[in-house]
């Protein structure tokens, strides 16, 4: 059922929903609304998430159309294998924060096959939480912990009222500039997760994407597995890297991320996270490090070219702009980005159901 093409393009023709739309399951710092969808009856619990962080739009413009999808449907199929309990934006503060440069090309021209995210206009505008204040690792750290963000706790408690475990969890997220797709599993389930990375890899290269590969020797929980899959990050680890940073105060902010937060619930949930570049930048990972010098190289380019593009003269800023144009930097398609995402879904799916 979900190796069925044309169901992805059915989602992806579906108009979003809006983003208030929903049930109202919390409210964000700024006192926002943030809204879940719950369908279907099936036997496969499904957890989807998205727009943790405030700079990653492509998971929040898929799980929109995906609640629309499901809402318009009446009895699809799908519907009657799983339940499905998706937020498709969990920091609607961040989404305004990024709107300037966002402005809302996700939703409405998502179905454009070469619809693509404009470099300059990201580089001069983008935010990002600091570390330790991202809401994919402010999650509450027992039912008594009231401190976090209210985003989280409104999300944890909506979570907590399913009363059962869930199957698959799923957090939706990107990475500004990679050689490419990149996934993230479950750790608990590296060993059985061979049919999803065939499944995912072979998309990506029906596609015509190279998978982002790179060696962290389990920094911040990232363990390679292979080119294109890592193990994905964890909050303890997370919190060792800062200590060993000596950076105490950046460290006690990190609490679980969604993915722990769901496994606490029981069971045996497969949890894994979606990186899609908004940019690719060719040659990373060709030398996996650390350090990769090609990888380097890119940083050091971006930071000076953010740099100039935020505080630079109106030269600089056209300079950079044309530097950018020849740089080799590939916006990649937000369609692209979406299929990519949903086949990792499908295949969590897939997979999870197979081993009940």
Not at 99 to 123: C, K, M, N, R
Not at 166 to 184: E, K, N, R
Not at 253 to 266: A, D, I, K, L, Q
Not at 320 to 334: C, D, F, K, N
Request: contains cysteine.
């Amino acid at each position: 059922m979900f190796d069925d093409s044309s169901l992805i393009a059915e989602i992806l023709a579906s108009a979003p929903v809006s983003t208030d739309e929903g049930v109202e399951i919390g409210r964000s710092r700024e006192g926002r609304k943030i809204c879940g969808f719950i369908f279907g009856d099936g036997p496969i619990r499904v957890s989807l998430i998205a727009g943790c962080h405030s700079d990653e739009p492509i998971g929040p413009a898929l799980l929109r159309r995906l609640a629309c999808y499901f809402k318009d449907s009446g009895t699809h199929p799908l519907l009657k294998r799983c339940e499905w309990w998706i937020i498709p934006h969990a920091n609607p503060d961040g989404e305004v924060a990024n709107h300037i440069w966002e402005q809302g090309l996700a939703g409405s021209l998502a179905g454009a096959t070469g619809a693509a995210y404009d470099p300059v206009a990201f580089l001069t505008h983008m935010m990002r939480e600091l570390p330790g204040e991202d809401v994919e690792f402010c999650f509450p750290r027992d039912v008594n912990d009231r401190e976090t963000r209210p985003e989280n706790r409104g999300i944890y408690d909506w979570w907590r009222s399913a009363g059962l475990p869930f199957d698959v969890h799923a957090s939706l997220h990107g990475m500004a500039m990679s050689a490419g797709p990149f996934f993230l599993l479950d750790a608990a389930w590296a060993d059985r997760c061979a049919p999803l990375k065939v499944r995912c890899a072979t998309e990506a290269q029906r596609l015509g994407y190279t998978l982002h590969d790179v060696e962290r020797h389990g920094e911040k929980g990232f363990h390679r597995l292979e080119r294109g899959f890592g193990t994905r990050p964890d909050s303890e680890a997370m919190r060792e890297h800062f200590l060993g940073l000596g950076d105490k105060v950046t460290a006690d902010r990190f609490r679980p991320s969604s993915m722990e937060t769901v496994r606490s619930f029981g069971g045996d949930c497969l949890t894994v996270v979606s990186e899609m570049p908004l940019f690719i930048t060719p040659g990373v990972g060709e030398t996996l490090g650390p350090p990769d010098p090609i990888r380097e190289a890119w940083l050091e380019r971006r930071n000076r070219w953010v740099s100039l593009l935020r505080s630079g003269t109106d030269d600089e800023v056209a300079s950079v702009a044309a530097e950018i144009a020849t740089s080799g930097l590939q916006p990649m398609p937000i369609r692209d980005q979406m299929v990519l995402q949903w086949t990792l879904v499908a295949a969590a799916i897939d997979l999870a159901a197979g081993q009940r």
